[in-house]
């Protein structure tokens, strides 16, 4: 059988961790790309096989349709915890959470600060959006001020509403957590940025050394009511500015750590 | 084995131990904190996993994940904790787990007290958390009971893939009896077909409660219920005591039970025929039972340390059968025998007939002034 594209010059293909299923993702939406940063990763270490994900409840509720590894689905905001369950009794194996804004830095506020405070051995790949994409729009505890939202119609008044919290800073500050960062995916080189860390979050698991975290600044065309290039633009331009790219937390021995 | 001195929650943990959990978190609540206390010590010992939740909320999404691997996983809590968790026993139910729960109830609703009540029982045999789900729930009246279903209840959990509840009050979690433990025996991970332990060999699995197509869901939901019809087929259990003779029958579950024991054979001895039915197994009720029970006697007195929860389920068994009388103790007040006991005179000497309310006749007792 011909084929179009020869295995030499093979420059990008499916990540064997993704599985055949096309994402439900809206257009211009940043959840499949890092979706497919995880599956890259994990293909990269080998350790698909030996990785448990835990599916939030959000947009990202079907994240284990599409990568191929073993996977639990949480309540709401509570997969730091059920996490902490499955990583307790399984420590040889590679546990992760996948969590949107409301559900990590609203609902399951409680279950993030405690899993990092703990030092839990678990990986954290944290979407921040600034919206709640799943419900329909509504105002996220990262929703920046001003912002209109379906529960912000006039835009987020922080007088009301109060101020973004910003999680990477906030659990930085945990004894607990050897790797905290920010990266974002607007753009091929942030994109890169983001697989490298997503990278040293797994290796920081598998060397024992504590809550890893990588929180990803992501788009939600639809939730923005942008479109899809434009979303790019309005995370680039107002987002980082409010939310700063850079490390937080990285412990000695983490910093040790060679790749 | 010998018998030892055990007080009623550390007991319980210890066997729980001892018959190969593998895995517990919980928060601290009184009065249930000595389950939580002695397994931070004992878990580590035999090298196994211990976490002090962040709260209920943590506990049981943490005994949810932990769950997921197939391990012997337990939590425990006390009323208000329990409220806390109906939000992931829903999950658990709807995913198909086995997980124990100890329920060590306390005196409500809200904050409430630290005394013994049986507030608890609708919340968790009739379900607080949301969907159509039946958790298995065993009441013991005694340590050494509460000892012995701590097998059972793992077992149970595991057979039918669904939570079982060990539901006692405060005074069994604390007070001190002798009992028999069971031997120390080795852990063994069972091998399920659905657990999410790594795709190592075989294909990936995945463990949700979400149904997104209705008619699968409604698939689920059908499935959950042949399974409970099982499960109430064959894991009815109670106790009888003098009901051979008896013309009047009181039924009590846990400790309302145990001191209705008392007072009925404190009846006994003046003469009145008067017997026990203790049901063990709560849910699934023993309602063939008490139907049946029914049949043979005069009347019957239920006696709880709530406001007739189980009376409810008394009264769907017994219907125009026997005529029913309540009595309960509330907000932590455990009833005395003489107490008892004289409701059962008063029964003896003037049988209730089967008009009218039993709650309401209770209440109105309750409520009216003693001359
Ligand atoms: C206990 C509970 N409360 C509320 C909801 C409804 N809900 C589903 S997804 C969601 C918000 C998700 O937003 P986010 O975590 O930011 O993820 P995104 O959808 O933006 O990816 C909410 C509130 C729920 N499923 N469970």
């Known amino acids: 059988m011909a084929t179009i594209v020869q295995l030499e010059n093979l420059v990008y293909s499916r990540p064997a961790a993704f599985t055949d299923t096309p994402t439900h993702y809206c257009p211009g939406c940043t959840h499949g790309t890092a979706h497919r940063l995880i ?53 040889d194996r590679v546990v992760f959470t996948y969590q949107g804004d409301g559900d990590l830095a609203s609902i399951g506020m409680g279950e993030i600060v405690h899993a990092a405070a703990r030092g839990e051995n678990i990986t954290v790949v944290f979407i921040n959006n600034a919206i709640y994409g799943m419900t329909g729009g509504q105002m996220a505890p990262t929703t920046l001020p001003g912002m209109k939202t379906t529960s912000s119609p006039s835009g987020r008044d922080v007088e009301l509403q109060g101020y973004p919290i910003r999680m990477a800073e906030m659990l930085a500050t945990l004894d607990g957590a050897g790797y905290v960062v920010r990266r974002s995916l607007h753009d091929p080189k942030n994109i890169r940025l983001a697989k490298k860390a997503i990278r040293t979050a797994f290796e920081v698991q598998l060397h024992g050394l504590g809550f890893s975290m990588v929180e990803l600044l992501s788009t939600c065309s639809t939730g923005w009511g942008v479109t899809p290039v434009e979303s790019l633009g309005w995370l680039e331009q107002h987002m980082i500015p409010a939310f700063p790219l850079g490390d937080y937390k990285i412990s000695p021995s983490v910093a040790a750590i060679k790749l | 084995m010998t018998r030892e001195l055990w007080k009623g929650n550390e007991a319980i943990a210890e066997a729980a131990v001892r018959v190969g959990l593998e895995g517990y978190f919980g928060y601290p609540i009184t009065p249930q904190n000595e389950i939580l206390e002695w397994l931070s010590q004992r878990m580590p010992e ?34 208000p904790g329990i409220s806390l968790m109906q939000e992931g026993i829903s999950y658990i139910a709807g995913t198909e787990l086995p997980v124990v729960l100890i329920d060590v109830m306390r005196g409500g609703p809200g904050l409430g007290n630290i005394a013994p ?102 698939e689920v939901n059908l499935r959950l219920l042949k399974r409970w019809e099982e499960i109430q087929k064959n894991e009815i259990r109670f106790k009888e005591y003098y009901l051979d003779d008896a013309e ?41 039972q008490v139907a ?58 003037q049988p209730p007939s089967l008009d009218g309310n039993p709650t309401q006749r209770w209440l109105a007792r309750m409520t009216t002034p003693k001359k």
């Open chain 1, 39 to 91: 599956a890259e990763v994990l293909d990269e270490m080998k350790i698909t096989d030996r990785t448990i994900g835990v599916a939030p409840v959000g947009c990202a509720v079907f994240a284990y349709n599409y990568m191929d590894t073993d996977f639990v689905e949480a309540a709401h905001g509570r997969a730091p915890a059920m996490a902490t369950g499955i990583k307790r009794l399984l420590p």
């Open chain 2, 46 to 79: 035999v090298g196994r996993a211990f976490v002090q939740a962040e709260s209920e909320l943590g506990a049981i999404n943490m005994v949810y994940g932990a769950a997921c691997t197939g391990a012997r996983v337990m939590t425990s809590s006390s009323s």
């Open chain 2, 117 to 218: 009540s049986q507030g608890d029982y609708s919340q968790i045999c009739h379900g607080g958390g949301h969907g159509d789900y039946h958790p298995i729930v065993l009441a013991p009246a005694s340590i050494q009971e509460a000892v012995d279903l701590v097998p059972l209840a793992f077992d149970l959990a595991e057979k039918y893939l669904n939570i079982a509840v060990i539901l006692i009050d405060g005074s069994i979690g604390q007070m001190m009896e002798p009992v028999e433990l069971p031997e120390m025996r080795p852990v063994v991970r069972k091998d399920y077909p659905w657990a999410t332990n790594g795709a190592i060999g075989r294909k990936r699995r995945v463990l949700s409660s979400i149904y997104l197509e209705v008619s699968i869901e409604e």
């Open chain 2, 248 to 288: 009047i029958a009181v039924i009590g579950f846990g400790t309302s039970g145990r001191v209705a024991l008392s007072a009925v054979r404190a009846a006994r001895s003046q003469g009145i025929k008067v017997g026990l039915f203790r049901p063990i197994s709560v849910s699934p009720f023993p309602a063939r």
């Open chain 2, 292 to 349: 049946e029970l029914a049949g043979r006697v005069k009347s019957i007195l239920v006696v709880e340390m709530n406001a007739g929860q189980m009376l409810k389920d008394v009264q769907l068994a017994v219907g125009d059968r026997a005529p029913l009388e309540f009595y309960g103790r509330l907000g932590g007040v455990v009833p005395f025998p003489n107490e008892i006991l004289g409701e059962i005179q008063r029964i003896a000497k």
